[in-house]
């Protein structure tokens, strides 16, 4: 993607567009350049080498739980997915603790496949229908990793069961959908969690420290998502300039486009919610600048209102502008992040999935105008930790919520849907 045929340019952001070239240029996608750069990348903490981060996207052998161990989290899973591997099955084998979960129950439209997925993932039972996993009394917590058009309905079912939920992102499709899902779990005194996994990961953490907490770079001015993901599809026809294959109808046609549609809200939805956020203040608006959505790219501009109290009980208000550009039809992978501060910028390369690679760059300047000086203060920070996945962190997350009394709950319960509740205003 270059910053002269962007779309960013269209929203008439200098600086923003050469954010977006320092960003491409600085952090080369995930292409054969870029993968030679992750292997050859190294740190002093033996539990942050590429190799061993790597190992974890893959299951380890299940450890047998001592018969004194406190109960488990028994978690059913609907669908017998791909994501529900990466989400729940993996990351459950990683857990400091591995004996807090339990994948007790997997339900699948079609039973057989429903038995297979169990045998190869150890999964202790298999249920014939999704109501039958949700109404069970073996069954504490559903993962939902359905088609997005399928979540509100089996999200509010299981709510309505007593069941906490973990539920794919994005939640609904609608924010009436949302705002209900909410309100019925906080009517139940369940936990309701959507599954954005890249923010319980200490990178995105210490991005929201260096914005809301320490302030290093001043008044957010400026938020840019840049998002590369290619499809299958779309690599097929960049390459090869081939198009797809004509529809036999109207009706299948315009269900293809809003299928596609739907899947490409599944990665812009990343970028909203990563801004949503990032949002500081007392007071937030957002409000839609210019939209441009189709079945291949979407191209966002939105304008921000922040109001927060100073000291002397009155407000101060500053604006903000933040940018989304998404496509799946681009070669390489690119998941960058731009915050630009009236004092300073942080770029953030790979916040999507930073367990494999990822940069945060910090730079601080002083003065304004011709005056200004870009090279007070740089320095580039890495937050691997023990190398945990975005998956295990939000599964942990999730295992905590449902844990706490009920009575204990009622703030954690509230906030992760309500920063889903607010995009979906947007969208």
């Known amino acids: 993607i270059s910053s002269s045929s962007s779309p960013f340019t269209t929203h008439g952001s200098k600086r923003n567009e050469a954010a977006l ?65 990466h989400a729940i099955i993996t990351p459950s084998t990683y857990l400091d603790d591995p004996c807090s979960i339990s994948v007790a129950g997997i339900a699948s439209r079609d039973v057989q496949r429903a038995a297979r997925y169990a045998k190869k993932h150890g999964i202790q039972r298999v249920f014939r229908t999704y109501e039958e996993l949700m109404d069970s009394e073996d069954i504490d917590a559903v993962y939902i990793g359905l088609p997005t058009v399928y979540h509100y309905h089996y999200a509010l079912r299981a709510i309505q069961a007593g069941k906490h939920v973990l539920l794919e992102k994005p939640a609904t499709v609608s924010y009436a959908q949302a705002m209900e899902l909410e309100t019925e779990a906080k009517d139940k005194g369940v936990v309701l969690l959507e599954a954005f996994h890249y923010k319980f990961h200490p990178l995105f953490q210490r991005i929201q420290q260096l914005i809301m907490e320490e302030g290093v770079i001043g008044n957010v001015e400026e938020y840019t998502v840049l998002i590369s993901m290619p499809s299958l599809g779309g690599l097929w026809r960049r390459l090869f300039g081939l198009g797809t294959k004509k529809e036999d109808s109207t009706t ?45 790219v979407a191209d966002i501009a939105l304008g921000v209102q922040m109001t927060n109290a100073d000291d002397d009980n009155g407000t101060t208000k500053h604006d903000a502008s933040a940018y989304i550009l998404a496509t799946k039809e681009q070669l390489g992978l690119n998941w960058d992040l731009t915050i630009q501060g009236e004092r300073g910028r942080i770029m953030v390369a790979n916040f999507w999935f930073p367990s494999i690679y990822h940069s945060l760059t910090i730079t601080r300047y002083d003065g304004e105008g011709s005056n200004v000086n870009y090279n007070n203060s740089f320095r580039v920070e890495t937050m691997y930790g023990e190398g945990e996945t975005t998956f295990e962190c939000q599964l942990r997350h999730f295992i905590q919520l449902c844990s706490k009394e009920k009575s204990k709950r009622e703030e954690s319960v509230s906030s992760p849907p309500a920063i889903g509740t607010e995009s979906m205003k947007v969208v």
């Open 252 to 296: 299948t046609a315009t269900a293809t486009t809003s299928h596609e549609h739907l899947k490409m809200f599944d990665r812009w939805s990343y970028g909203l919610d990563a801004i949503m956020t990032l949002l500081a203040g007392d007071q937030v608006n957002v409000t839609v600048r210019n939209a441009t959505l189709s079945s291949s």
């Open 21 to 85: 070239d320092k960003t491409l240029r600085r952090h080369p996608p995930l292409t054969a350049i870029g993968i030679g750069t992750i292997l050859s990348h190294r740190h002093s903490n033996s539990s942050s080498l590429f190799l061993p981060r790597l190992r974890r996207l893959f299951p380890r052998q299940n450890t047998s739980c001592p018969s004194d161990a406190p109960l488990p989290l028994r978690i059913g899973i609907l669908g017998a997915s791909t994501v529900a591997v």
